[in-house]
């Protein structure tokens, strides 16, 4: 009916959920606290895709990096660790049930704050021999893990924020933007990737792979097989799929 003198809300996140069963009950009570943190990540999804933008002739295009939609997932899981069943009521009259799901705030920001402390030294250990190494392909898996590593640090510290506003002490964005950047330079002077397309319309394949991989920031080269560091192959062919009641499909 109101605040709780038990879970106040400088010391607890809480979440209601009611339904007909016990079990609904508590899965709509940890959703209830997951739509918070769901809501902020998707705030800042959206700022991630504009630091994560390319600029190709004049033209700048949002760029959703692949390790987006697994950070915002694997953030959301971790978090909601803390939070547990606190209470559970069931309404005489509607015979509806209750229940209240609650975060320990303190706990939860210690939490986030150990992995974000964490994640820095991870991050600090692949970069720095990253840019002293001469292999072309370790440098590059360093950096695009680098990037996934920054992502996750800044979901957990968006978290923090929602777990304990008072929470300091993340890097600006500039530095994920810095290091994205670092990679797709090095990628498009040191890896030659090459593709080779076999079969029906390859002229037509071979451009949308390209565009894929160009999206990622993996630049396609025009040098042949023998010089690239790496090698797509393929063959495509199309074949029809029938019969279908909505129409032709191959």
């Known amino acids: 009916d109101g605040k709780s003198a038990r879970f106040p809300d400088a010391n607890y996140l809480t979440g209601v959920g009611r339904a007909d069963t016990p079990e609904a009950t508590e899965d709509r009570a940890y959703a209830a606290i997951s739509r ?20 190709e002739e004049g033209k700048t295009a949002a760029q959703r990096d692949i390790s987006i939609d697994q ?29 209240l799901a609650a975060m320990d705030r303190r706990q ?13 030294r991870e991050i600090d250990e692949l970069l720095a021999p990253a840019r002293r190494t001469d292999d072309t392909l370790s440098r590059a898996r360093a950096l695009h893990l680098a990037v996934r590593l920054l992502l996750l640090r800044d979901a957990y510290h968006t978290d923090l924020q929602i777990v304990d506003p ?60 023998p010089h690239a560091d790496i090698v797509i192959r393929g063959s495509v062919s199309f074949e029809p799929v029938g019969p279908m009641p909505q129409g032709p499909f191959v």
Do not use: C, M
Not at 36 to 55: G, K, M, N, P
Not at 108 to 120: F, M, P, V
């Open 166 to 225: 008072s929470g300091r002490g993340s890097d600006p964005l500039t530095r994920l933007k810095t290091v994205r950047l670092e990679l797709r330079r090095y990628l498009e002077q040191h890896v030659r990737i090459v593709l080779e397309v076999a079969g029906d319309d390859t002229d037509a394949i071979r451009d949308a792979l390209t565009e894929g991989l160009n999206q990622y920031g993996l630049p396609v080269s025009g040098a042949d097989a």
């Open 108 to 120: 939860a920001s210690a939490t986030l704050r150990e992995r974000i402390a964490g994640l820095d």
């Open 36 to 55: 918070v943190f769901s809501a902020q990540i998707s705030q800042r999804t959206r700022e991630w895709e504009q630091y994560l933008q390319t600029d």
């Open 71 to 99: 950070v915002t997932q694997v953030s959301t899981e971790k978090v909601l660790e803390h939070v547990v069943v606190a209470e559970r009521f069931q309404d005489k009259n509607s015979k509806g049930h209750y229940a």
